[in-house]
């Protein structure tokens, strides 16, 4: 009796909630179908509903089940379109302009999220040109939960345009532009990232039972009540610290006369070189405020005109004046900025702008190489150079690590943001993700293989193309041989080819020495699309650089044979081969000299009479590692030994 009554309430619920026909965000107007294979159309409704999906000149039934869900099934589509779909039950739901194509899951971290506002100065004409209604992406909003979805939130498809396509990854629509220019069949895009996140997140419970540490993580948050507390705490101590920084800040001790004030003398000021982070002695690293300033002479013919600040990146939020007044602020770190200066503020001859940056934590101030300019009309004030600056609150630092990001625990994306898509058939997925698991590289060497075998069962498609981007170069070049984690995330990464269908971009060659989001994504995508080419599409290609293969010892020297060399091995530019290092039995690596001989490479070093093994690219940044093949495509980092390097666990 107790479990009948428990049914007929569930039942009840369940109608009162799904007393009309609802879809998932996914299936909607714009939608891209996946071609060549079947296609799951899924939604819910009242219980016992009959739901009539009419599509394509044909008509299929079936009937709501007990939990509210109904699904179909529609046979193999071809490539075309637009087509209408017309799902009716208790109400009737029509979608429009279905394109049917190839759907290309395209996930990971920042990298990925990475969209094209940030860089339509460099791609301007890319943008201008990029009118394409058989490009659509379908970009799902960031989110996490401990518990499964069964719905993502997003603003639903939409075609690339000059307007649209700012909202558009960056990577992934270089890559679907690269794609639909080869295949000339729709190309869908579904847009699942999210900044600052780590592997573990974004697989399933079940993907992680090589690792009960992060399952019992995850099982910890299950508990609502849990995250609750550990939120509100988190607010709290986020809350207070941001507000002391605004009262301890002497730069806002009278609101008439603070620091953005254009008249303020600032002749005692400190000097500091812009762009860089902050490098004097007392502020190193310093969290809290720093204000800077720099004053620039505005030509008589750019007076009243309205003028662009733009700021490559800042480290961390900013408030930004120009003659005294507010012209724009941010709290993304890392971020351009690109703010307007109204013309009635632009005046002829000395103009002020200051800058006050907050910083929680890390270094402060202007990332290092990255352009400052004033623009205006097309004349352009570079703003490089001596700036002055003085310090506004020195507090105490709030960390990272002082509060907990959900977004990074076991499972939390996944059940939020990849399990409500996997009804949804897909040609393959695209992913840009490592930098979060850096510090773990030896880990990630199983950790990525179980994402990537964990999505494939929950598609329920087989092995379908996994295609993926290795990390680019970053950080500090090193004048001697060091052990790298980027290195060996590099090498985690490369170890995923041994699964079926997989293909892989290098790209140490495009990365950027001061920031780990690097603006070139076009060769990005490039690289990704030719893997695709090859594994998805069947194309008798070279889709790589050369890829490790085997050495042998003669004598001194190392002889090095590759894969994927294409028309011969190359070193770029026809300079000397750089980059590679040697070792012998006492595991000290030193610079080598190397030579491509009959489409090997030869390594040695005039001190290591015996060597045992060899490395190249090995560094977070082989900024001018140069070995290509003929096709132009760098060979990806590689190693010869096996030794323990610095992310090695027991």
């Not at 620091?259 to 003398?265: E, K, V």
């Amino acid at each position: 009796m107790k479990r009948t009554l428990l049914l007929v309430l569930s039942i009840l619920y369940t109608s009162i909630i799904y007393a009309k026909v609802k879809l998932p965000a996914l299936i909607d107007d714009g939608m891209v179908l996946q071609r060549d294979q079947p296609v799951k159309i899924w939604g819910w409704a009242d219980v016992e509903e009959e739901i009539t999906v009419k599509f394509n000149k044909q008509q299929y039934q079936v009937t709501t089940a007990v939990d509210g869900t109904w699904s179909l099934t529609l046979p193999k589509l071809d490539a075309g379109g637009p087509y209408v779909m017309t799902i009716e039950g208790e109400n009737e739901i029509t979608i429009r302009d279905i394109l049917v194509g190839d759907v290309w899951l395209c996930s990971g971290q920042s990298n990925m999220a990475f969209k094209m506002d940030r860089v339509k100065e460099k791609y301007t004409k890319e943008i201008a040109a990029s009118s394409n209604n058989f490009i659509r992406q379908f970009l799902v909003k960031p989110s996490w939960n401990f518990s499964l979805q069964n719905d993502v939130q997003s603003e639903g498809w939409k075609s690339a345009n000059p307007q649209n396509v700012l909202d558009f990854s960056a990577v992934a629509y270089f890559f679907a532009k690269a794609v639909y220019d080869d295949t000339r069949v729709p190309i869908g895009i579904i847009n699942a990232s999210y900044s600052a996140t780590v592997a573990e997140a974004w697989i399933s419970e079940e993907g992680l039972k090589h690792f009960p540490d992060f399952v019992a993580e995850a099982n910890k948050f299950k508990d609502p009540n849990v995250v609750k507390q550990t939120q509100d705490a988190d607010d709290v101590l986020k809350s207070n610290w941001y507000k002391l920084s605004r009262e301890e800040d002497i730069g806002y001790s009278d609101n008439v006369t603070n620091w953005a004030n254009p008249m303020l003398d600032i002749s005692n000021w400190e000097v500091t070189d812009v762009p860089g982070y902050w490098d004097k002695a007392g502020i190193k690293n310093m969290p809290g405020v720093v204000w800077m300033v720099k004053e620039i002479d505005v030509p008589a013919h750019l007076a009243g005109r309205d003028a662009t600040l733009f700021f490559g990146a800042i480290d961390d939020r900013d408030s930004t004046y120009f003659n005294g007044v507010k012209v724009g602020h941010s709290y993304m770190r890392g971020r351009e900025r690109n703010y307007n200066v109204p013309g009635k503020l632009v005046k002829a001859g000395k103009n002020r702008i200051v800058v006050r940056i907050l910083n929680p934590d890390g270094p402060g101030g202007f990332y290092p190489d990255k352009e400052c300019v004033f623009i205006s009309v097309n004349e352009r004030i570079d703003l490089a150079g001596k700036w002055k600056y003085k310090v506004g609150a020195k507090l105490s630092a709030l960390r990272s690590n002082m509060t907990t990001k959900f977004n990074i625990k076991p499972t939390a994306i996944y059940n939020s943001m990849i399990y409500p898509l996997t009804n949804y058939s897909i040609k393959g997925v695209v992913w840009y993700q490592g930098e979060g698991n850096a510090g773990r590289a030896y880990q990630y060497r199983q950790l990525f293989a179980d994402l990537i075998v964990d999505w494939r069962s929950k598609w329920e498609q087989g092995d379908f193309p996994f295609l993926y981007v290795q990390l680019a170069n970053y950080g500090k070049e090193e004048d001697q041989p060091v052990e790298s984690s980027w290195a060996e995330l590099r090498e985690a990464q490369s170890m995923a080819l041994a699964l079926p269908h997989t293909g892989m971009a290098v790209i140490h060659d495009v990365g950027e020495t001061n920031d780990i989001h690097p603006q070139d994504k076009k060769t990005v995508g490039d690289r990704l699309a030719l893997a695709a080419m090859k594994v998805s599409y069947g194309h008798q290609i070279i889709a790589s650089g050369p890829v490790y293969d085997s050495s042998r010892v003669e004598g001194n020297k190392i002889i090095i044979r590759f894969k994927n060399t294409g028309a011969g091995l190359k070193a770029k530019g026809d300079a000397e081969l750089t980059y590679f290092t040697i070792a012998g039995a006492d595991k000290k690596f030193v610079w080598a000299k190397a030579k491509i001989e009959n489409n090997t490479v030869v390594v040695w070093a005039d001190e290591i009479k015996c060597p045992v093994a060899v490395r190249y690219a090995w560094s977070n940044n082989p900024l001018d590692a140069n070995l290509y093949n003929e096709d132009g495509l760098p060979a990806s980092s590689f190693r010869t030994d096996n030794w323990e390097g610095r992310t090695f666990k027991k």
